[in-house]
């Protein structure tokens, strides 16, 4: 397996990325996630987007970080805000998740970053048990989706 940093732009970014909102779609029926990301967000050296391809070379997991600081939907100085994580159906189970993850953990850090957070859904009972058994713990709720039930944020010291 090869991880890679590419563009939040890249093709196939796109293509993980219409996947992953088709997903969020069938688990919540509301159209994927709306919150508003541009590829800026994920430029080095306030963020950064990465896919993991296979031996055959085809795009199967992604993730990114974006920086964010002290704003009016609950983020504080310093953190780093993951997004967008997902793996291919045909490639899970093979802990593509946990080692995106701990790149994107290691790349904020040297970034400057000292909190990592994120935002998932009840509805998400794999995402919930990846971040708990990373070190996550629950926090205030931050972000687009902060007063929505169904949404879930944890954090996690850099």
Known sequence: MLIR?????????VKLNDEVQAEYH???GD?????????DHF??????????????????AT????????NDEGNEDGDAELKRMFVVAAARGRG????????????????????MILE?????PEAIALYTSSGYAP???????????????????L
Request: glycine share 10%; proline share 8%.
């Open 5 to 13: 940093p590419v563009p939040f732009d890249h093709p196939d970014a």
């Open 26 to 28: 069938v688990r919540y």
């Open 31 to 39: 159209g994927g996630d709306a919150t508003h990301l541009d590829p």
């Open 43 to 60: 430029r080095p050296p306030n963020g950064a987007y990465l896919i993991a391809y296979d031996e055959d070379g085809a795009p199967v």
């Open 63 to 70: 993730g990114g970080w974006r920086s964010q600081d002290k």
């Open 96 to 115: 593509l998740a946990r080692r995106i993850l701990a790149a994107l953990e290691q790349d904020a850090r040297e970034a400057g970053r000292t909190r």
């Open 120 to 124: 998932t859904g009840t509805k998400q």
């Open 139 to 157: 926090c205030t709720k931050f972000g687009y989706y902060r007063f929505h039930a169904e949404s879930l944020c944890y954090a996690k010291a």
